[in-house]
C-alpha cells in the first residue's frame, strides 16, 4: 500500500479538495498541501499513520471531529455486485459512505481518499495548571481546541489552550518552544517514565516526578503562536507502548474524570479508601469484587490526556450518533509484561461501560466484548448490512472482527 501515495489537489464547485493515496503517511500529505498553502480539518497527535489507516479506526484531535467525518469520498477494492470477482467501487454518499468512513477494513482494501483542504493556520498555545477538571472546561470557551492532561499522583490537570490565531506568521518563539518541547518533554519525560516505571519499577520515584518534578517541567507564562501541523502534533510514536482509550459524553466527563482518578488511587495504594460516590457506582452496578482484581497491583505513570471530539457522521467511530461531544481519555504504560496493567483497562473499560457508556477506540487496545458493542453503536446493524453488500463472503474479516462486530 505504500505505492498508492498520490496526493492530487483539485477545485469542484469552487473548492479545493484533495485525493490522497490511502498508503499515504499523514505527515507527507501534510507536507505536500503546506506547499501550497493548505492543510486538512482535522489533526491527531501522530502524523506517522497512513491516511486509510487513521480513517478506518477513528482518528480524532482535540476540538474539531474525527478525520474520518470529513471524507468526502472514496475508492475501495472489495466484492460488491459480484462475489468472486475484485473491483473497484467508488462511494460517495448516502450510507454506504457513512460506513466506510469509519470501516475497520471491512468493505475491502481502501485505494483513495478524498478531502476537504482548508487554508493553513496558526494555532496560540498556552499552558494553565487547574485544580479541577471544572476549571478546565471553563477554558474551553475561550480556547476550543484544547486538550488537557489529568496528572498522577499530584491530581491537578494540565490545560493546553489552544486557539486559531489571527496572526498569520509563526511566534519568534516558537522554534524554541518547539525544541525545548522536544528534548525535555518527548525525549526527557519519557525516558525518565521508561526508567523509573519499566526498569527501576519504583513507586516513590514516579510519585516524586508527577509532584515535583512534572509541574516545573512548563511554564504557564510561555505563549506560543506555531503552523496548526507544528502545535497540534506530538512524537508518541518515539518509544513503544500501549494504550488504551475510553470515550464518554460531555454531560458525563466530569465525573468520569473523578472516577478515574479514584480508582488510579485504588490501583497504586491498597490502602485507599474509595470516595462514597464511587463506592455507591460499583456497588450498584455489582463491580465491587472486580476490584480486588486491580488493588495495590498497579501504579499509572503516564499523564491521563482528555481531548474533544465533535459528533461524527458515521456509523461505527467512537464519536458516532447523537449531537453530544465526546471526550477521550487515555491510558498509558511502558512497563511489560503488562499482566498487571491489562487488569486495570479491563476493570476501567467493564466500569466505565456500566457507568457511562463508554466507548473503546478501534485502533488501540480493545478488551470490550461483541455485547458491549452492540449496545453501544446504535447503527451497528446498518453498518453489518453495508459490509455484506461489501464483501458477502466476508473475505476481510478476521477473528476480531467476527467477535466484537458479530460479522459473521
Given at each position: ?84 470477482v475484485a473491483q473497484v467501487a467508488d462511494v460517495n454518499d ?315
Amino acid at each position: 500500500m505504500c505505492h498508492f501515495n498520490h496526493v492530487e489537489v483539485f477545485k469542484r464547485n469552487g473548492e479545493t479538495r484533495v485525493k490522497v493515496g490511502a498508503g499515504c503517511q499523514i505527515k507527507h500529505l501534510l507536507k505536500a498541501l503546506n506547499k501550497q498553502g493548505l492543510t486538512i480539518p482535522s489533526l491527531g497527535l501522530i502524523t506517522e499513520q497512513t491516511i486509510a489507516g487513521a480513517t478506518a479506526t477513528g482518528t480524532h484531535g482535540s476540538g474539531k471531529h474525527s478525520l474520518s467525518h470529513y471524507i468526502e469520498s472514496l475508492r475501495v477494492a472489495c466484492f460488491k455486485g459480484d462475489e468472486n470477482v475484485a473491483q473497484v467501487a467508488d462511494v460517495n454518499d448516502g450510507v454506504e459512505l457513512q460506513a466506510a468512513r469509519c470501516s475497520l477494513g471491512c468493505l475491502g482494501v481502501i485505494a483513495e481518499i478524498t478531502l476537504p483542504c482548508i487554508p493553513q493556520y496558526f494555532v496560540q498555545e498556552k499552558a494553565t495548571f487547574c485544580q479541577t477538571i471544572e476549571e478546565v472546561l471553563v477554558l474551553e470557551k475561550q480556547a476550543p481546541l484544547q486538550q488537557f492532561f489529568l496528572m498522577p499522583h499530584s491530581w491537578l490537570f494540565l490545560a493546553q489552550e489552544r486557539v486559531v490565531s489571527n496572526e498569520c506568521r509563526r511566534h519568534g518563539l516558537a522554534g524554541v518552544y518547539r525544541v525545548y518541547w522536544f528534548l525535555v518533554i518527548d525525549l526527557g519525560m519519557h525516558l525518565t517514565l521508561k526508567l523509573f516505571a519499566s526498569i527501576l519499577k519504583s513507586k516513590k520515584l514516579i510519585h516524586f516526578f508527577f509532584r515535583r518534578v512534572a509541574p516545573s517541567l512548563i511554564s504557564p507564562r510561555w505563549v506560543v503562536i506555531d503552523r496548526s501541523d507544528h502545535a497540534l502534533v506530538m512524537e508518541h510514536e518515539l518509544f513503544r507502548h500501549l494504550e488504551i482509550e475510553l470515550f464518554v459524553t460531555r454531560p458525563k466527563v466530569s465525573e468520569a474524570a473523578s472516577f478515574v482518578a479514584d480508582i488510579l488511587k485504588f490501583a497504586d495504594d491498597a490502602n485507599h479508601k474509595l470516595s462514597i460516590s464511587t463506592h455507591e457506582k460499583l456497588q450498584k452496578t455489582e463491580l465491587l469484587d472486580s476490584l480486588e482484581s486491580i488493588r495495590g497491583k498497579f501504579t499509572h505513570h503516564y499523564p491521563v490526556c482528555f481531548r474533544r471530539i465533535l459528533p461524527d457522521d458515521t456509523l461505527i467511530s467512537m464519536a458516532s450518533g447523537g449531537s453530544e461531544d465526546w471526550y477521550a481519555i487515555s491510558f498509558i504504560t511502558y512497563v511489560e509484561p503488562r499482566d498487571d496493567f491489562y487488569a486495570l483497562a479491563t476493570f476501567l473499560a467493564n466500569s466505565m461501560f456500566e457507568l457511562f457508556g463508554a466507548r473503546i477506540h478501534w485502533g488501540k487496545w480493545f478488551p470490550q466484548t461483541g455485547e458491549q458493542v452492540n449496545q453501544l453503536y446504535p447503527e451497528i446493524s446498518e453498518f453489518r448490512n453495508v459490509c455484506h453488500q461489501f464483501d458477502p463472503k466476508g473475505v476481510f474479516r478476521n477473528a476480531f472482527i467476527r467477535e466484537k462486530l458479530g460479522l459473521e
